[in-house]
T-cell receptor
Framework: SQQGEEDPQALSIQEGENATMNCSYK?????LQWYRQNSGRGLVHLIL?????REKHSGRLRVTLDTSKKSSSLLITASRAADTASYFC??????????????FGKGTHLIIQP | NAGVMQNPRHLVRRRGQEARLRCSPM?????VYWYRQLPEEGLKFMVY????????ESGMPKERFSAEFPKEGPSILRIQQVVRGDSAAYFC????????????FGPGTRLTVT
């Protein structure tokens, strides 16, 4: 079953507006990470939030984590055309020494209209 | 500081041929992860390796796929007797440690099986 699932699947907003994406997951985690992928390119790591953190900022990015609801949100403020990309959340499950691979959702495709 | 490098970037193979994908982790990183991204889907974990060891291969198909990370040289993901369903983007990531740390991704290898 899908561990991380982003919502919405696609989002189109005007340049300058804020964009919010959500991620839900199913099992307990060590950390949750957000990645960006431009079309045809590799993933770029944006931010990591640990399970004992509730909020984290990096530039125009703000990530929240609610472990009781098993959800996270990524907020991009003052969006720019260059923010157009797919955004993935990835969870590092607390599997007690098992797989260390991240589990990714299908992503939110964000389009910033100039 | 060179990032994660993957080659080739694009690989075309006929059904039944072998595909070899290479990944050089970031300098100082000894943990390598391979992921597969099918069209319109998120990434799926395949295998986690440290130097000369496979730590977790729970995401690897049981047949035709193998991975190695030798003491010297890049990590290799090998797909024998490729089929059309193997067409995907294969991403490699590396990290300095296994738990709690960001994984840095390469640009990916796009495999097309004709």
């Amino acid at each position: 079953s899908q561990q991380g699932e982003e919502d919405p699947q696609a989002l189109s907003i005007q340049e300058g507006e804020n964009a919010t994406m959500n991620c839900s997951y199913k099992t307990s985690i060590n950390n949750l990470q957000w990645y960006r992928q431009n079309s045809g390119r590799g993933l770029v790591h944006l931010i990591l939030i640990r399970s004992n953190e509730r909020e984290k900022h990096s530039g125009r990015l703000r990530v929240t984590l609610d472990t009781s609801k098993k959800s996270s949100s990524l907020l991009i403020t003052a969006s720019r055309a260059a923010d157009t990309a797919s955004y993935f959340c990835a969870t590092d499950p607390d599997s007690g020494g098992g797989a260390d691979g991240l589990t990714f959702g299908k992503g939110t495709h964000l389009i910033i209209q100039p | 500081n060179a990032g994660v490098m993957q080659n080739p970037r694009h690989l075309v193979r006929r059904r039944g041929q072998e595909a070899r994908l290479r990944c050089s982790p970031m300098k100082g990183h000894s943990h390598v992860y391979w992921y597969r991204q099918l069209p319109e889907e998120g990434l799926k974990f395949m295998v986690y390796l440290q130097k000369e060891n496979i730590i977790d291969e729970s995401g690897m198909p049981k047949e035709r796929f193998s991975a190695e990370f030798p003491k010297e040289g890049p990590s290799i993901l090998r797909i024998q007797q490729v089929v059309r369903g193997d067409s995907a983007a294969y991403f490699c990531a590396s990290s300095g440690r296994g738990y709690f740390y960001e994984q840095y991704f390469g640009p990916g290898t796009r495999l097309t099986v004709t």
